[in-house]
Structure formats: C-alpha cells, structure tokens
C-alpha cells in the first residue's frame, strides 16, 4: 500500500468487524462508534471476551465429558483386544501435532504483522510530535526577537536619533511592524498540550505492544513445547510424559481461548475507530483545537484555503515592510550618526532570520506534511494491525482445536499402554519368548554348572540302577546350547542338545543283565550332558544278545525324535515324554 494517499479508504474486514453486534452486558444495544470513554462503549468490548470465555467453558466441559466416557466405560477383554487400534491414537497426535505448528506459524506471521503496525503507528506519532514541537519552537522564537532582541535596538536608536524626528517616526512604524507580527504569531494554535498526549500515547503503545509481542512469543514457544512432550510420551511410551502432556494441555487450552478473547476485543474496538477515525479526532480535540485546523489537517484538501493564511502573509508582509524601513535608516541615518550602525545592523541580522523562520514554519504548517503522518499511522493500525490481530485469532482457533485433539488422544493412549502392560504380564514368565524374560535373562548373572539329567553306574558287569535326578528349570534360550555345541566340537546339531530341565528318562534298559556289559572294566560313567555323550560310549555285545541290544535302541531313537520335536515348546512335566 502507497505510503501517501489523497484520502483514506477503509479495508473489507474493517467494515466486516465494524458490523458485529455491540450489546452491553445487559443485553441492549449499544452504539457502535468508537468512544472508549464511555462505560457502555467498554462494557461492549467486554462482552466480547466473555463470549470467548464462556466457549472455553463448554470446550472444557466436552472434554471432560469424553474423558470420562473413555475412562469409565469398559467393554468385554475379548472385544477391547479385538478393536485395539494404536494406529488410531497415532495418527490424531499426529494431526494434532501438524495443527499446532501450522498454528505457531500463522501466530508468528500474525504477531510480526501486528507489531509492524503499531510501530508504523508509534513512528508517524513522533514525526507529528516533531512537527508540532518545530512549529511551538519556531513562533516562541521569533516572539522573542520581536519582544526582546528588537525592543532593544530601538532603545537604543531612539536616543541616537533623538535629535531627528522624522527617523524617530521611522523608528515607531518598525516597533509598529514587530506588533503586527506578534499578534499574528498569537493567533496560531500553541500544540503543546496536543504534543505532550501525543508522546504519551506512543510511549504507552510502544510499551504495551513490547509486552504483547513477548507474551505471544513464550505462548508460541509453549505451544511447540507441549507438542514435544506429547510425541516424546508416545514414542517412549512413558505415562509420566502423558501425564504432563495432559495438564499442558488444559494450560494452552486456557491461553489459547484467553488470547482469543483479548484479540477478538481489540480487533473489534481498533475497527470502530477505523471506521471513521476523523470523527473520533474531532471529538477529542474540540476543546484544543480550532474544528477548521482540525479538519484542514485531517483532509488536506487541495482546493480548500489554509486557516493560517492569513496569519502568514500578514508576517510576510510586515516583515517586508520593516527590512525596508531599516535599509534605508542604514543608507541616510549611518552618515549623520555613524554610531547607530551597529544596532541597525543587528536589526537587519534579526529580521533576515525571522524572515527564514517565516519559510520554515509556513512548511510545517503546511497540511500535507501532517496529513502524510496521519494516513501513515491509519494504514499501520487499520491495515497491518487488524490484519495481524485476525491471524493472531486464527492462530489461537487452531491451537485450541489442537489441544483439544491431543486432550482427547491422552486417556486413550494411557489405556493403550495400560493394556500393553497387562497382556505381558498374562504372559508366562519361564516362556523363553517372552520379552520381558528375555530382558530379565539379559541382566541376571549366567548360572552355575548344571548337573547331568543322568546318572550312570554299573557294577561287577551289570548295571544296578538307573536314578534321575532332580528336575531342574532353567530359561536359558536354545541359542545358548547350540552355541556350546559350536565350541566343543563341529557343526551343532539338536540331537547333540543336552535335555537339561526337560526332565527326560534315561536310556531304555536291557531286561537281563549278562546281555551286554562294559568294556575295559568301566564302573561308572556320569556326568553325561546329552546324547553326544551317549554316542561316545558303544559297549560290547554277544553275538546273541545284538539283535536284541539294537531292538532296544529303538526307543532311543525314538526319544530323541520327539525331544527334537518338543525343543521350542513350554516345559512339560517328566510324565507327559515318551518312553
């Protein structure tokens, strides 16, 4: 938008805003003009900031409604395992978590487009505060010349040409002159009270704006500090996360509606004044400012007269006047009195230099350099400003949507994850599968030796007694056996696995005792770990009795073939193994 205007037009959405009913807590209408002294006026603006809370009320109630129906009804075990869907929960905090940074990123174009304009505000009040102050400086100045500089000289020339009447006469038409000129000085506006509101009201906007950028730059950071937590809770599952997430929530819930009311507020109350900003003015400075200078400022109107005017060219004029007067005392009076030189000479000095503060104040006084300022102003609070405070709305409309979405995701997300733990912990411990046995194996220290399941002894040639031991239980994986078979010897294979904890017969035994008997005198062997151990020891035979000895290795074999069979299933009692 140009920087300089002929005339001011108000944006779409002032006139959309300026349209909203204004209605005072009682409920009655109220006039929409932008009058912030008057109580009525105030009480419609507030109104406004109750809606917004009394939203927040029903959204906080809807909330808790669901949290309590997702918390307190339960459904059958079967049918909750079957209609388990995490993938659900995911994917609303992931919604959710898209929706507030596409929040945080139309906060921050909307913060940063509100305090452009306020500043854009703040800097035409300064350029208008300098104008009035140069135009204060300039009439106080030349007053004081006229006044004291002058009053001077022509004391001092009155009693140098005391004895000539005709140059005393000249003297009294100067003196006559400077009056004029301090009476048309009088007549122009003192801006001094106007100047003193005006740096007022900027330091009071510069100060209150400081605090509003900062404060919706912590919400903003607040907002991606929540969404960290909330992606954090889910991805490490941690209820402590989810915990602190939910109460993160409800706060940025309650900022983002109370930042809501705040910017429905003013965006309501700056749109009334843009409205028609001139008519607001007038009223405000009626008692200051003369309505004509007022309006010659605020319209700028090219065919329209100035109010000062007339002021200036009496100045202009008078001023003229005297520069004559004076030239010709120095050309006629400085021969005869040569002493009058000096002041003549000062008086000349004095009045060029009036005559330069002539020209510069009648361009300060010009409209069009005020008139510059003011749509300056207008276009930064009624363009860039409001604009800045819809997107700041928006903003806190999409961040509420998005903590109530993650509000709503918490409690089923917590009995997501209360589920979890409760189907591992139906889970048998000793099942080798499992995952917390296994993360439960990985921090106990590794076990003692184990015994052997068998015992074997024999006799004087024959074999008393065959007696298994006690059954042990062991949860160490079948990955931990075969790798001992890879270090005592070649490739692993299952029937070199030892059937510890399995609690599994011994080998069959032969019914006569002279059958078979070992060889060299062995009496004891023990301390076998499995069947690699079996197959080192091959006892001598009779011939009569080998068809007989391999019919009873049979079952073995047999065995062996169902303990590989039964190697990845739970531990089964020593009566359920074949024999």
Known sequence: MPAARVEYVAPWWVAW???????????????????????????????????????????????????????????DEAVQTK???????TWTAVVAGLICCAAVGVGFYGNSETNDGVYQLIYSLDNANHTFSGIDALVSGTTQKME??????????????????????????????????????????VWREVTTELTELADQTGYVEYYRWLSYLLLFILDLVICLIACLGLARRSRCLLASMLCCGVLGLFLSWTSLAADSAAAVGTSDFCSAPDTFILNVTEGQIRTEVTRYYLYCSQSGSSPFQQALTVFQRSLTTMQIQVAGLLQFAVPLFPTAEKDLLGIQLL?????????????????????KDYLDALAGICYDGIEGLLYLGLFSLLAALAFSTMICAGPRAWKHL???????????????????????AAHNPPRGQLRSFCSYSSGLGSQTS?????????????????NQAML?????????????GRGSPPPTKPKASG??????????????????AMQGYRPELSRDSQPKAQADRRPVTQASLSLFALLSTPEMPPGAWPS
């Open 17 to 75: 805003l300026h349209s909203v009913p204004h209605l005072g807590l009682r409920l009655q209408p109220v006039d929409s003009t932008f009058n912030p002294r008057d109580e009525s006026y105030r009480e419609s603006l507030l109104l406004l900031g109750l809606v917004a809370a009394i939203c927040l009320g029903l959204n906080l109630i809807f909330l808790a409604a669901y949290v309590v129906c997702v918390c307190c009804c339960r459904q």
């Open 83 to 89: 209609r388990r869907n995490p993938c659900c929960v």
């Open 148 to 189: 004291v500089d002058l009053e001077q000289h022509l004391a001092r020339l009155s009693e140098i040409f005391a004895a000539r009447g005709d140059y005393i006469q000249t003297l009294k038409f100067v003196q006559q002159m400077a009056g004029n000129i301090m009476v048309q000085l009088s007549g122009l506006p």
């Open 351 to 371: 009045l060029n230099s009036s005559e330069s503060s002539l020209h510069q104040l009648t361009a300060m006084l010009d409209c069009r350099g005020l008139h």
């Open 418 to 440: 209360t589920t979890r733990d409760r189907d591992y912990d139906d889970i048998d411990s000793d099942d080798p599968f499992n995952p917390q046995a296994r993360r439960i």
């Open 466 to 482: 065959l007696q298994p031991p006690a059954q042990t239980i062991s949860n160490a994986p079948v990955s931990e056996y075969m």
């Open 488 to 500: 005592f010897g070649g490739n692993p294979r299952y029937e070199n696995v030892p059937l510890i």
């Open 515 to 532: 059958d078979w008997a070992p060889a060299h005198g062995i009496g004891r062997l023990s301390g076998c770990g499995g069947a690699s």
